[in-house]
């Protein structure tokens, strides 16, 4: 099985089961990350049904408030541990696989009982296993080859997730 069908297969069981996508990243990997909730929430290619996917870099007061309150570290973790529910399924978009906010947000996904994907650059240091349910380490370290990679395949896990997902092109 392919890294597309297996992240396919992730996401359409969790939202078969009434359960929500929740996505994040830093930087250019935010804009990915709330690119991607559009994409499932809004109109992909026609005007399918929409999939529910939060992205969790948009809310500034959210974002300023957890930073001010509780550090930078804490960021998205927080937001999981608010809106995650078991058989969510947590998308993390990074670089690199070093900061604290990553390696928070991913464990806390794990003790919800979430599937955890992560997209992230080269030679990465892979965090724990056990804290991630699939990997896709692309094949360059540099930020806007990644970046754009990140697009690449966002574009194609929501074609293959609403083809799945046999989401009306009615409008409704």
């Known amino acids: 099985m392919d890294k597309l069908e297996e992240t396919s297969n992730l996401i359409v069981e ?19 990350a709330i ?7 809004g109109k992909f290619e026609q005007y399918e049904r929409p ?8 809310n500034v007061s959210i974002l300023t408030a957890i930073t001010n309150d509780f550090g930078w570290e804490h ?10 529910k078991p058989g ?18 991913l464990y806390e996904a794990r003790l919800v009982d979430c599937k ?28 806007p080859w990644v970046q754009e990679e990140q697009l690449r395949i966002i574009h194609q896990i929501c074609g293959s997730v609403k083809s799945r997902m046999e989401v009306p092109s009615n409008g409704e």
Not at 14 to 32: D, E, H, R, S, W
Not at 75 to 84: S, W
Not at 88 to 105: F, M, P, Q, R
Request: contains cysteine; proline residues 2%; positive net charge.
């Open 51 to 58: 999939l529910p996917c939060i992205d969790l870099c948009s």
């Open 116 to 143: 955890t994907i992560l997209i992230c650059g080269k030679n990465s240091k892979i965090i724990s296993p056990k804290l991630i349910n699939l990997v896709w380490e692309l094949d360059s370290d540099s930020t």
């Open 88 to 105: 969510d399924v947590v998308v993390a978009l990074s670089i690199g696989t070093s900061g604290e906010y990553l390696k928070n947000a």
């Open 75 to 84: 960021i998205f973790e927080r937001q999981i541990r608010a809106l995650a």
């Open 14 to 32: 969790a939202l078969k089961k009434g359960n929500k996508v929740l996505t994040f990243g830093v930087g250019g990997n935010a804009a990915n």
């Open 35 to 41: 690119h991607f909730a559009a994409e499932m929430a």
